[in-house]
């Protein structure tokens, strides 16, 4: 009887361990999606803010696309 006890209990204890690591594991999942998202945003507005500075670029040659500045320097 003693050693079927000690069985069950240790079970118990696997089920416990077995919950905690994947409880550990989701939260090292949720940590990385965080990090990637963060290093995704910083990304999109480094982007966006090179291609403001590339379209001033455009916009302030004198014969650029689109002509908008002809007028200007004429």
Request: glycine letters at 4%; zero cysteines; aromatic letters at 8%.
């Amino acid at each position: 009887m003693a050693e079927i006890e000690k069985v069950k209990k240790r079970r118990e204890e696997r089920a416990i361990e077995k919950a905690q690591h994947e409880e550990e594991m989701a939260l090292l999942a949720r940590e990385r999606a965080r990090a990637e998202f963060q290093d995704w945003e910083k990304k999109e507005e480094e982007f966006h803010f090179d291609q403001s500075k590339v379209r001033s670029e455009i916009r302030l040659r004198p014969y650029g696309k689109g002509g908008q500045n002809l007028l200007m320097f004429s």
